[in-house]
């Protein structure tokens, strides 16, 4: 089963090149089938992760950035492949 893992943050006003070079700059412990970056409006930044998994498994996320580079709480969500 393929499980893709995203995890989107919205940087404070200004600070999207910075949050984008930090989520660059994050290592996993474990290496995904694939890793991709994107970035958007308003100076978000989004990170999508697959791995070769089961969607229940314990699998490596990035973590919170420090409190002055986000203007909120990161946002995780976890999707199955289907057919």
Do not use: K, N, S
Request: overall charge negative; charged content about 25%.
């Amino acid at each position: 089963m393929t499980v893709a893992l995203m995890w989107e943050a919205r940087a404070v006003a200004g600070r999207g090149a910075d949050l984008l070079a930090w989520a660059r700059a994050q290592h996993l412990a474990g290496t995904p089938l694939r890793r991709e970056t994107f970035r958007a409006p308003q100076d978000r930044v989004l990170v999508i992760t697959w791995w070769d998994a089961a969607y229940d498994a314990d699998l490596p996320e990035l973590p919170e950035p420090d409190g002055t580079l986000v203007g909120r709480p990161v946002h995780r969500w976890r999707f199955e492949a289907v057919d």
